[in-house]
C-alpha cells in the first residue's frame, strides 16, 4: 500500500505562484516514476507533469512547459510541483500518482483569480 498527501493548494492572483507537494508513505520506492495531474471542475482529470524515479528525466504537458517544474526528493518521500506565471485556467484540483498505479491523493485544491 501507498498513501500519498498533497499540501500546498490556495487561492492565487494570476501571474503568482505556488508549491505544491505530496508526501508519499507506505511502500514507496526511488525507483517508481511520479507524475502531477489535475481536473478542474467539469472537465476530465489531465496530465500536468512526470518525473523518473531517479529525478533525470522529466515531461511536461504543453499547457505548463516552461511555467511548471516537478521535482522529488527521495530521502524525503517527496514530490513538487513548482508553479510559476499561474493563470486562471490553471484553476483545478490537482493530484498525485504513482505513475501507472492506481494510487492517487486526495487532491489539493488550486485556485488562480484573474
Known amino acids: 500500500q501507498v498513501q500519498l498527501v498533497e499540501s500546498g493548494g490556495g487561492l492565487v492572483q494570476a501571474g503568482g505562484s505556488l508549491r505544491l507537494s505530496c508526501a508519499a508513505s507506505?511502500?514507496?520506492?526511488?525507483?517508481?516514476?511520479m507524475a502531477w495531474f489535475r481536473q478542474a471542475s467539469g472537465k476530465e482529470r489531465e496530465f500536468v507533469a512526470f518525473i523518473s524515479g531517479s529525478g533525470t528525466t522529466t515531461n511536461y504537458a504543453e499547457s505548463v512547459k516552461g511555467r511548471f517544474t516537478i521535482s522529488r526528493d527521495n530521502a524525503k518521500n517527496t514530490l513538487y510541483l513548482q508553479m510559476n506565471s499561474l493563470k486562471s485556467e490553471d484553476t483545478a484540483v490537482y493530484y498525485c500518482?504513482?505513475?501507472?498505479?492506481?494510487?492517487w491523493g486526495q487532491g489539493t485544491q488550486v485556485t488562480v483569480s484573474s
Open positions: 507506505g511502500r514507496t520506492s526511488s525507483n517508481y516514476n
Open positions: 500518482n504513482q505513475w501507472g498505479t492506481a494510487y
